[in-house]
């Protein structure tokens, strides 16, 4: 019996099999890294949608806060007690506060020194306003335009991060 072409077979098997199973492997651990790849992505994406529904109620509160104050600027006959009262209401009803600390766990320590900056500005000016200040005082309209500028550098902040065009 002729043993060469029943060897040369079974090495051929061999081969293929092998060749087979290395190319299985391949293309599983291309796949394994494609599909974590995609994880990622997702997973970035999902975490930047988060932040910028974050931001977006943030600024909405902020703008909240910013109208309730110049209402309160605008109304001259609140007394010192009334006033005072009603500019903690609009601060606490804003939502900003809770907002802003939910930012400082998520949002990058660049954005939070910005979103700090807004929100203390808007202190400075309702502090303003309890001492009596109005909207044609200069006290005001300097805490005012203080706070346009702070937001004006949180809004670019923000876009930074989102990576949205400037």
């Known amino acids: 019996m002729d043993w060469l072409p029943l060897a040369s077979a079974a090495l051929g098997g061999l081969i293929g099999s092998g060749s087979t199973l290395m190319a299985d492997r391949v293309r599983?651990?291309?796949e394994t890294a494609e599909r974590t790849a995609e994880r990622q992505r997702a997973e970035e994406e999902r975490k930047q949608t988060n932040r910028h529904a974050m931001y977006a109620e943030y600024?909405?509160?902020l703008s909240r806060i910013r109208n309730g104050l110049r209402e309160m600027a605008h109304d001259e006959s609140a007394s010192a007690a009334e006033r005072s009262a009603?500019?903690?209401?609009?601060?606490?009803e804003?939502?900003?506060y809770e907002l802003r600390s939910q930012l400082q766990l998520v949002a990058p320590e660049s954005v939070v020194q910005h979103t700090e900056g807004a929100y203390k500005s808007l202190r400075r000016l309702r502090m303003a306003?309890?001492?009596g200040a109005s909207f044609q005082d200069a006290a005001y309209l300097e805490r005012r335009d203080h706070y346009h500028g702070q937001l004006g550098s949180l809004k670019q902040a923000l876009r930074r991060d989102l990576s949205i065009d400037t």
């Open 28 to 30: 599983w651990r291309r």
């Open 59 to 61: 600024l909405t509160a």
């Open 86 to 92: 009603r500019l903690q209401k609009v601060f606490l």
């Open 94 to 96: 804003s939502g900003a």
């Open 129 to 131: 306003i309890e001492e």
